[in-house]
């Protein structure tokens, strides 16, 4: 018994130890199995790899070529060339503004012309004054003024209107001037009386309503009666019939007695050294409160009346002046119906010379009305700038603003 037990436990004993190597043996097994396991996971996994596509190549974008440059010829542009004057015209001194221009053959010898005209309201506007030499301004009746327009050469403008009649203190002056008289009628009673007094003088005119025809320069604008001006203020001539009229004159009737220039010109007149005189008022003298502005950048005065600026009906443009004076007369108003006043127009006088800006106060003074006017400040004669000339006759008790 005690054998078996022996064998038993033997057997006991090597199955023990079988178990034990049977163990071990998974033991190892399953750490070769592990760490295996581990490596592979710990190993990087790499992408693969992708083909590079193959590269198509591509064209260059076409390149348009630069365009040939075709060599121009420059063109060097041609000068215009000044406009051939008129062979009738001659380049000469004109003695009313001093200025060398051109004119016709015929106003070298001629007397200059004065055309007398209307300035009322309703007879607006004025026709041909912007190309006058010289204006004369004048008292009518009621405070109403007028002008009597001035051309050395008056055949080339257009039309000249509107013509209105005559006063003797106008052809007092005309005389000063030694100029030839157009207008249509005249004063012809009371003290103010322009037909005697031509008939005493032993003057003659072109009338376009008494007297000769003298190649008949008037007629009545039938686009101003159109345009609302009443039939009284439609009178109008023109330089070609000025000049026809002047023609059939006799030449001891037109013919100039000197060239000589009617103010003593200077290219720097006596306003040098002056007072400032950008706008000068008249206000006080006339009806029409006529008032002038310096532009500064032309050199010349623009004139205003009736609250506006006056206007050349020929050229719808602005009047302007280069040179203004400004004379005080004795003036007396007579008591016949009409209202007429009468003006002494020789003799001396105060007043102003204005210029490029600036003004002198002067003296005026004519021996007789055949005699020219000679303008003064402080004894000596003035000199006055070359170019028109507007002069303002106003009563001596009126007065002027000058700023």
């Not at 057997?11 to 998974?26: E, G, M, N, R």
């Not at 005189?277 to 532009?295: E, H, N, R």
């Not at 003004?359 to 005699?371: A, C, L, N």
Request: glycine share 6%; aromatic share 10%.
């Amino acid at each position: 018994m005690k054998h078996k037990r022996q064998i038993i436990n033997s057997i006991k004993k090597a199955i023990v130890v079988v178990l034990i190597l049977i163990l071990s043996v998974l033991f190892v097994s399953c750490s070769d199995y592990l760490e295996a396991v581990g490596n592979i996971a710990e190993s990087p996994v790499l992408p693969s790899k992708t083909p590079k596509p193959t590269e198509t190549p591509t064209e260059k974008p076409y390149e348009t070529p630069e365009p040939t440059q075709t060599p121009v010829e420059s063109i060097v542009p041609t000068e215009t060339p000044a406009p051939t004057p008129d062979p009738s015209l001659i380049l000469t001194n004109n003695p009313l503004t001093g200025k060398e221009q051109y004119m016709h053959e015929f106003s070298l010898t001629a007397k200059p012309v004065a055309v007398i005209l209307e300035n009322k309201r309703q007879s607006l506007p004025q026709i041909g004054i912007s190309e006058a030499d010289i204006v004369i301004e004048m008292l009518v009746e009621y405070d109403i003024s007028r002008f009597m327009a001035i051309y050395q050469d008056p055949y080339k403008v257009e039309r000249i209107g509107a013509v209105r009649s005559l006063r003797s203190y106008f052809t007092k002056i005309a005389l000063a001037f030694d100029s030839y008289i157009f207008h249509y009628g005249f004063s012809d009673y009371g003290e103010e009386n322009a037909k005697q007094d031509l008939i005493d003088r032993g003057l003659t005119t072109v009338n376009g309503i008494y007297g000769e025809d003298n190649g008949h320069p008037y007629w009545r604008d039938q686009d101003r009666i159109a345009s609302g001006i009443e039939s009284l203020h439609s009178v109008v001539t023109a330089g070609e019939n000025v000049l026809a009229s002047m023609k059939s004159l006799s030449s001891d009737k037109i013919s100039k007695e000197n060239r000589d220039n009617v103010f003593n010109f200077s290219a720097e007149s006596s306003t040098k050294n002056g007072k400032e005189a950008s706008k000068v008022y008249l206000t006080g003298a006339y009806i029409s409160s006529p008032y002038f502005i310096y532009d500064q950048a032309k050199g010349e005065y623009t004139r205003y009346q009736f609250s506006d600026v006056q206007i050349d009906g020929n050229t719808n443009q602005p009047v302007t002046v280069e040179n203004l004076f400004v004379l005080k007369m004795e003036t007396r108003y007579t008591e016949d119906a009409a209202k007429h006043v009468l003006i002494t127009t020789h003799g001396t006088g105060t007043g102003y010379y204005i210029n490029d800006g600036k003004y002198i106060e002067i003296q005026w003074s004519r021996e007789t009305d055949w005699s020219k006017f000679v303008f003064t400040a402080n004894g000596e004669e003035i000199k006055v700038a070359p170019g028109n000339t507007w002069i303002s006759c106003i009563p001596s008790d009126k007065y002027i603003s000058i700023k």
